[in-house]
Every structure is written in C-alpha cells, then in structure tokens.
C-alpha cells in the first residue's frame, strides 16, 4: 500500500521537527524579531530583576524564547484541532510577526473555520491564566529570575491571545468574524470580504493609537510608536491580501465551459479544409475539431494556418494539413464548474495548451490555457 506524499513546503526557513505530520520552520526573519525583541526587552527584564550587564540580556532573551514558545503552542493548537476536523496542516512557521499555519485548503465549514481560529487564542489565554496563577500564589520571591519569567509569561500571552482575538483578519478573531457572516449570509466571499475590511480598520485603528500617544503628550517612546505602525502595516497587508483572495476565489467558483471554452463542430478525419470551413460557418462557430475514425478527437483545426490556405485550393486540401493533433487524455468534462473543472483542466493542459470539452461524450468545444488564465484574472 502507498504512503501518502508529505506536505508540500511553501516557506523557506529551517526545519527543526515535524508536528502532527507537517514541518516546523524558522523562517530568517525570525532571527531578526529574536535579536530586536530581545533588545527591546532589556529595560522590562532590568526593572524587574535589578540585574545589570550580560545577565540582564540573557533574561531579556529568555523572555523572548518564552514569547515564540506560546506563539508556537498557539500555532499547533491550531494545527491539531484543524486535522481533527479534516483539514491537514502542511507547515507550522515561526517567523518576524509571530507565526502562522499553512493548511491544505480553506476550512470547509463556517463551524470549522471558527472553531480552529479560536483555539489558538484560547490556548494563549489558558497559559497566561496559569502563569497568573503562579504569579497570585506568591511561592517564588518577587524580584527573582523566575519571578520575571512568570510576570513576562503572564503579560505576553494575555498579550498574544486578546491581540489575536480583535475581529479582523489576518488576525484569529477575524476568522472568526469571517465564520459568523458567512454562516448567516452562506457566502464563504462574504464573509471574508466582511472581515477583511474590519480588519483594515483595526489595522488603521492601531497606527491612530501609536500616532496619539505622542501628539496628546503620552509616553510613548520612538520605538514603541514605529513597532505599532509596523504592526499596523502588516495587518492591514494581510486583510488586503484576504479580500483579493476572496475575489479571486470566486472567480474560480464561477469557472464553466461557456466562460473559458470556445464552442466547436466536428468533421472526419479524410474531409476537406473548404467542408470543414462550412460545417462551421453552418453552426457559426470558430473552431473544429477532427474525429479520428474510431470517434475519437484527434486533432484540431488552426485557425491561422486555415486562413492562410486560398480558397480556390480548400477544397483539394485535405483538413489535416492544418490540423494540430490532440494526444490521447486531451479531454475535459464540460459539465464540470468550479475548482473541479479547473483540476479537469489541469490535468488535461499537460499534456496539450488546447483541449476538447466533451458533455456526455461528445465535443462540446476546445479550451485554451491561456483562456482559462484570462478568466480567473478578469
């Protein structure tokens, strides 16, 4: 019995263990967000722990490994609970903005959608509960290394989890927004649609607040002001992102043979160029395709070769002379829409740019490559 292939890697970054049957990857820019929030953290661990020198970074970096591990339990949890309910991860990535997981396709239900994004908030929040915990039951003296590590578990996965909660993708809490307009509208484009647009206005939202603090006499420093318009910026990036995701897949939604194929006549392998010019000029159509004398579709007619043939000479030029031929599997279904007459289509493109559509086994029409292409992106 075969194995099924493993997941496909889309991001590049270094493997460093597999997760319920998908890959683990520190994507380069992670190293990058380790080594300014690490920076960045430095004055939080000297306050809280009094310590000076190379100490204080080590503390400093242990906060931040701290902060990527609840962000890595975030991303499994999303993980785990999304192949309980059919949909296979096919990679976890730590990288600059946090991490996310890469799925082999969209959640097939709003019920699925919305349960596998709020899992990975609550997990965040449940480990900042616990670090609380710990924190209120007062058993490790305040001030301490491990006091700090505690404090620092308990603000950044509060952080994490309410963050990740505001309803507006790419954020957790907008899938899960994108959840609730789609079950009440049953349109998935809505729903995202809807979300990505909330989304932007989080994202705008958080830029106004960064901008503020300094303009009403706030305390914000420098920093803190250019890491919340990054911040800003990458949200309302990955909310665009949605919404021309969106459109894009109902494009493809709407495919059918009538917006991508081009409707054709047959003739028989021995006629003549000038018969196979009438019968289409009969049905008002462009192209013909011709039947080998098993029945088969064997070749096709170029439209510019024909054309270039003198009329007083087509009808001593046999229909072959301007054909293009078709191997065998060249053939789509034509009563196919959607996402399967695309995989029909991908399938039959390899083995020729043109293909013959066939509706209960007979020719139909020829489809183009790049008609298709032109289609979706219209």
């Known amino acids: 019995m075969s194995t099924p292939a493993p997941p496909r890697r889309t991001s590049s970054g270094w493997v460093v263990g597999h997760v319920a049957g998908a890959p683990v990857i520190l994507a380069p820019s992670w190293l990058v967000a380790v080594a300014v929030l690490t920076a960045l953290s430095v004055p939080a661990a000297r306050a809280l722990t009094g310590l000076e020198g190379s100490a204080v970074w080590v503390v400093a970096l242990a906060f931040v490994v701290l902060l990527f591990a609840s962000v890595f339990l975030h991303e499994v949890a999303h993980g785990l609970v999304a192949r309980a309910r059919g949909q296979q991860p096919h990679e976890f990535v730590l990288t600059l903005w946090g991490g996310h997981t890469a799925f082999g396709g969209a959640a097939p239900t709003p019920a699925t959608n919305a349960i596998v994004a709020i899992v990975g908030p609550a997990v965040n929040l449940l480990l900042g509960a616990l670090f609380w915990g710990a924190l209120a039951l007062d058993v490790v003296p305040r001030g301490t290394v491990l006091w700090a590590l505690l404090w620092s578990g308990a603000v950044t996965n509060g952080f994490v989890g309410v963050f990740n909660l505001l ?3 790419p954020l957790d809490g907008g899938r899960v927004l994108e959840a609730a307009v789609w079950a009440a509208t049953k349109s998935r484009y809505t729903g995202t649609v809807a979300a990505g647009w909330v989304g932007r206005v989080v994202a705008a939202g958080v830029v106004v607040w960064a901008l503020l603090g300094p303009l009403s006499g706030g305390a914000s420093s420098v920093v803190d002001v250019m890491w919340a318009v990054l911040i800003g910026v990458f949200l309302w990036s990955g909310a665009s992102a949605a919404i021309r995701s969106a459109r894009s897949q109902r494009n493809v939604e709407g495919v059918t043979l009538d917006a991508v194929g081009h409707r054709a006549v047959t003739v028989g392998h021995g006629d003549s160029l000038a018969h196979a010019g009438a019968v289409a000029a009969a049905a008002g159509v462009q192209d013909v395709v011709l039947l080998s004398p098993d029945g088969r ?33 060249a053939t789509v279904d034509g009563t196919l ?42």
């Open 297 to 329: 579709p064997a070749a096709y007619v170029d439209r510019a070769a024909a054309a270039s043939v003198p009329a007083q000479v087509a009808g001593s030029t046999p229909v072959t002379a301007v054909s293009v031929p078709l191997p065998v599997g």
């Open 337 to 378: 829409v959607g996402h399967a007459l695309l995989n029909d289509l991908a399938r039959a493109t390899r083995l020729s740019p043109v293909v013959v559509a066939l509706v209960d086994g007979r020719v139909a029409g020829l489809v183009r490559a790049s008609d298709v292409i032109a289609a979706i992106r219209a």
């Open 167 to 169: 309803p507006g993708l």
